[in-house]
């Protein structure tokens, strides 16, 4: 058995998860994509539920370390917005296409719900705590209330499936992400900041 095996399914999880959403892909289909059989992935996983946990844990990991890297090299505003962007990008090329987010809204495993929920919690202290040291470290507008900022980054979320944005951006949700975080990035980082400002 090849010592990368888990990482094998893991990666075929990703792509087949990001091309279909991972309600529609079966275990069966995942040891297929892997080249990997049934006995080797249930060695690594209970279910299909604990890799899609395992593959979304994993996503967040590495966008949380990206931004606590940014925080620890001491960047500008301008260059933390776009490590913002590059994050937000990345993360739709490879795990949160239109198909997986819609899973992820319809989903009705109440396991998976009460995970999905938790993580979207955690997502907001980790954020509202970053905004707070870039208020601490004067990079943003000191005179907003950091709970102002989290409770707009909550509504994110609400903002993205108004069915008034439908039309404008056609389908392109990571357009639409990524001009909502501008709005928030250039608000926050407030005029007259000169070359700094977001």
Known sequence: MPRNARQTIADAARRLFHAHGFAAVSVDRICREAAVSRPTFYKYHADKAALVR??????????????????????TAE??????????????????????????AENTDLALERFFTALNEEKHAFMRGFFATL?????????????LVGLFLRQTDTLMQQPELAAPYAGDTQRLQRDI????LHGLAGGGQGKEAV
């Open 54 to 75: 395992e593959t979304v844990t994993e996503q967040k990991n590495r966008v949380r370390a990206a931004l606590e890297d940014a925080l620890a090299r001491q960047e």
């Open 79 to 104: 260059d933390i917005a776009e490590t913002f962007f590059r994050l937000q990008r990345e993360s739709f090329d490879e795990l949160y296409s239109p198909a997986f987010s819609r899973d992820i």
């Open 135 to 147: 208020q601490q470290r004067g990079l943003i507008r000191a005179d907003i209330p950091v709970e």
């Open 181 to 184: 975080l501008s709005l928030l």
